[in-house]
């Protein structure tokens, strides 16, 4: 178990600039899950994938933001024009998801991109 | 909409002197109370994930219970390694969690 995976830790643009970032979850996890994170707040939900098909969008995700997980493996988080607002920790989450499961379960989180728009 | 508030925003105590947590919620349909713990520029390390009212779990010096309303977070003891934010989240129909916006635990030598 090699745990999740996320690139870069750090980023730092321009404002108006695309930026992608990549998730590699832990191997045998169907569910990837995409959160923000602001200081001092807690992470909120942005999207999630079951193998790869993306499942839900929360409303705070924009139409300037896309993600995919093409082959139901890694993810990419793409943000294009980006804007001050848009300065987060974007962190990823895997799970396991059993079949016909009821309760939720336990996500495992990446260290995070620290995203800083100028 | 799921709701989760915690309280006190930040704490601090001497080593070894004991202290609660709260985290309050409303959800439709509970799915599980998660609590993480988050280190500064890191993602949430799980701690527990309690189902139903009456129901406790314990790791080391963490005690996690849970009502039809509320979760509280028992710290016994602490060591200044139990520094760290403390996120509480709810889980409901829709797969995702809910988070609080956390407790900053500070434990001096």
């Known amino acids: 178990d090699t745990g999740v995976s996320q690139d870069p830790r750090h980023k730092i643009t321009k404002r108006g600039q695309n930026v992608t970032f990549r998730c590699d979850p832990i191997?045998?996890?169907?569910?990837l899950y995409w959160y923000r994170q602001t200081l001092g707040q807690g992470p909120e939900f942005l999207t999630y994938f079951q193998n790869e098909a993306q499942l839900e969008k929360s409303r705070l995700l924009s139409d300037r933001f896309s993600a995919e997980r093409p082959k139901g493996s890694f993810s990419t988080l793409e943000i294009q024009r980006t804007e001050q607002g848009d300065s987060a920790m974007y962190l990823c989450?895997?799970?396991?998801?059993?079949?016909?499961?009821?309760?939720?379960?336990?996500?495992?989180f990446g260290s995070g991109t620290q995203l800083s728009v100028l | 909409e799921d709701q989760v508030t915690q309280s006190p925003e930040a704490l601090r105590l001497q080593e070894g002197e004991s202290s609660s947590l709260n985290c309050s919620y409303t959800?439709?349909?509970?799915?599980?109370l998660f609590w993480y713990r988050q280190d500064p520029g890191k993602g949430p390390e799980f701690l527990f994930t309690l189902y139903s009212a009456g129901e406790e779990k314990e790791k080391e010096r963490l005690k996690a219970t849970l009502t039809k309303k509320e979760s509280f977070l028992h710290i016994t003891a602490p060591k200044p390694e139990d520094s760290a934010t403390y996120l509480c989240?709810?889980?409901?129909?829709?797969?995702?969690?809910?988070f609080g916006g956390g407790t900053r635990v500070l434990v001096k030598p």
């Open positions: 959800v439709s349909g509970l799915r599980g």
């Open positions: 191997s045998e996890h169907n569910r």
């Open positions: 989240a709810v889980g409901a129909a829709g797969n995702k969690l809910t």
């Open positions: 989450a895997s799970s396991f998801r059993r079949q016909g499961a009821r309760a939720n379960e336990k996500l495992f």
